[in-house]
């Protein structure tokens, strides 16, 4: 999950820091990560953690991410390593955090499209139409963000 939404110039594997110390995951980490987001009352109670996801999955690791982001800027704070200081600056990164929001948006409606594409009884037609429809959503979120906007990004 960090690698997918990590920015350029983020620790990441091969980096030659020890990205593999701070994520989450680690069963010690896993776990102490698991406490502080139950005693915070998040709507979650862990991120989804799965290195090889299907991409419809991804979307949905995505939104646990944003949605518990809150509750992981306070654990990498209460962490007192380099590895989660890199982490948590860029967690706080501005543009890193629009990215991802963007990401999050992007994979919800790949998703909406992907289950509407599925399922039997469907002409070629109407499947023609749903890309289509996908298509006029896409050139709506470009003049949404042209425009500043942001109607139809949520997150």
Same mark, same amino acid.
């Given at each position: ?15 030659? !820091? %020890? ?19 139950? @005693? ?17 999955? =991804?979307? =949905?690791? &995505? !939104?646990?991410?944003? @949605? ?8 990498? =704070?209460?962490? =007192? ?17 629009? %990215? ?13 499209? %992907? ?11 109407? &499947?023609? !139409? ?26």
């Amino acid at each position: 999950m960090w690698a997918l939404t990590s920015p350029r110039g983020a620790p990441q594997r091969g980096d030659g !820091e %020890n990205y593999e110390n701070y994520q989450p995951h680690q069963s010690t980490q896993h776990r102490l990560f698991r406490k502080f987001v139950l @005693e915070s009352q998040a709507s979650h109670d862990d991120l989804l953690l799965h290195n090889d996801m299907r991409w419809l999955s =991804k979307g =949905k690791a &995505l !939104e646990r991410f944003v @949605e518990l982001r809150a509750q992981v800027v306070d654990f990498l =704070k209460q962490s =007192k390593s380099k590895a989660a200081a890199d982490h948590l600056r860029v967690m706080q990164d501005t543009l890193y955090v629009c %990215n991802v929001a963007f990401l999050t948006d992007i994979f919800s409606h790949l998703n909406t499209l %992907n289950l509407q594409l599925q399922g039997k009884g469907k002409s070629v037609v109407d &499947l023609v !139409e749903k890309l289509d429809a996908f298509g006029n959503k896409l050139d709506l979120f470009h003049a949404d963000l042209l425009s500043g906007r942001l109607l139809h990004l949520t997150h």
